[in-house]
């Protein structure tokens, strides 16, 4: 089971003005199964995304890094987004992308849109032919559903390994107006930076101008999604969406030193990062959170090397999975992660508050029975000071259990 | 078990005129366990050795590189290597410096050797102190069981979660005379590129220039323990030496672009390629061997990088666990292999001889059972063409079961 998360209150996921979902089942994989999503923007609304580095991205990465160019090119509103799971339209080649691009002009057709203004998302099994006719035959019934009241639906209608739908909400105040933030994401499995096999949607009634979103988006990404690892593969779809509506009625935000620009992020950051490490507590097998923070670096970037060196290594996801203060494999992680001129012997390591390594090697303080204790926790820090600088990064990850095992071995995606 | 490993036959490994081994127990981990070997060298041999880039490298490989390097700058000769199992020596700082010195200075008085002229190397637990006056208890009865053929009893001893030993021999012709080339190795759990948790040692008889002795070295390494990957993690220890006595009684080799040096580097390679690869087939928990075979590349390094991708992913190696012929995790890695310009719609991806992948998604006259077929093999290549140059490498790895989960979770390493 998922680790230490709490059940969705549907009611603690406020609406967004100017953004309504709906859902659909088109039958793709399993009969009867929520599997298609819309959601419809109002005029006005800014967008922006992120996507897989993966060069094998999926036929729907394709079709919105081209239509966000178009639109930050001065082309027309990004209006709608068609989400589909059990079925990722990856290595499907030039079909692929028609059959997600009849996706679009379909919606856009009954909405009356240009197809460009339909962002198309899809998840699940790869180099399967997209059943794009059923998803086509099923957004009537998701525009009939439409409702700024289905995040949590949504939240659910996304998953596909997920165990626990994942969604988190905000509110704070702007110009003296209440600002939502509200977002989803699904994800547990091929979770890893550069957004792997993961889907996220965060919407704000927000104003804010079309150049900063890019930014702020950017931002949250790197310490939310892009600080996450399950597994260390990435995938061909992942995809992260900012939609900004723009309808809190506040002053439109259009410098990046403002006190309300760094509110807006702060608040962006925290739903982005709940829903990130909500993907790690769902990890496929996870029973373990572990939070990885890497402070002392003389960049941000070596910081972050160090913490996925530890996060990927499936030595020190075993030990975490069996308990073991195993400090012998995170040195080890350290000492691979690529800084060419780290001094090992600076390097002090603690598991959670306990002082495990200094100087080169165990502390002479330490007792295995500290860490021991620390270890049978369910959520757990490792805290690594570099000593060399002054910059830090945090990765969060879980353990590696048999049950990871089990769902890849089993589980066709 | 292993995959595919015939049984040691002790008879099939020549002696290597000019190196004697002994073994004994020093009852570091387990009373009664041979856990120390010595190998005496005969003057005149000359010796070459590669170590972990980790920067955790432990206190034998510090001294391994301090040795080798006074001795390539022309001090004495490397005369002794002594071995230890069931201890690493790494992380623990000046105090493992001292005891790995103290045995080096210990064997060598016994010898009549310099400190400088004795190789220490040591594998196991990480963190602990290294039980230097156990091992240097034991050089006494190592040095009574010296002998030229203790190869397999030295294969067997230096196993640490090994369930086989590792052992390979070849004669060849150079200038009339027979020459000899013996290794032994060890090594299952994070085996990784850049030696990990690997301890390599292969001799010869044959006569070659010392300037001529590294690249040897080097290029064996590459296409041999430089090309295996079992998790993917790098360790403290790992060392793979060559030593070469000149004692076959031909002319030395003193030309890289002579046939002798090109008959010479071939034997070397097969005999480490065969260890190395009998290190993936003893992976911890492996059921298959995977051959990742890697064409048409720009470079040697970007095929390689595409090889390891593959060989690494957690998602791949439980699918081949699973005997799954998930195609889309295949195409994924290559997608995440880090080649920014790679055309996908140019990939051609093989199972064995069976076409599965190409213009950038499954082949449409390739059939699941086709794929399957290949799948419930013990041995399986995959072959991909990139089609974009003229160069090739060629990745060893294992799959991913339930056992190595439960092997790395329940073993201190």
Redesign the interface.
Known sequence: MPVNIAPLDPAALHPVAGVEIGIASAGIKKPGRKDVTVFRLAPGSKVAGVFT?????AAPVRLCQQYLQQYTAGGKEIRALVVNTGN?N????V??LNRATAICAELAASWGLATEQVLPFSTG???EPLPSEKIIAALPEATADLSPSNWAAAASAIMTTDIVPKASSKQIQIGGKTVTITGIAKGS??IHP?MATMLGYVATDAAISQDLLPGLLKHAADVSFNSITV??????NDSFILIATGQAGHAEITAADSAEFAALQAAVVEVSQFLAQAIVRDGEGATKFISINVSGGASYDECKAVGYAIG????VK??F??S?P????I???????G??D?D??QIEVRLDDVLV?K????HPDYREEQGQAVMNKAEIAININLQRGAHSATVWTCD???D???I???Y??
């Open positions: 580095l993966n060069r094998f991205c990722a990856a290595g499907t080649g079909d692929g099994v790869i180099l499995g091929m550069n597994d260390g593969d990435t995938s061909t990927r290594s499936p030595l075993t030990a999975f069996a073991d195993n400090l012998g494999r040195l080890a992680a350290i000492g691979y992660a800084i060419q780290l090992v012997d390594a100087d080169g090697g165990r590696f259990s048999y990871y095992v089990k890849n071995a089993e066709r995606s």
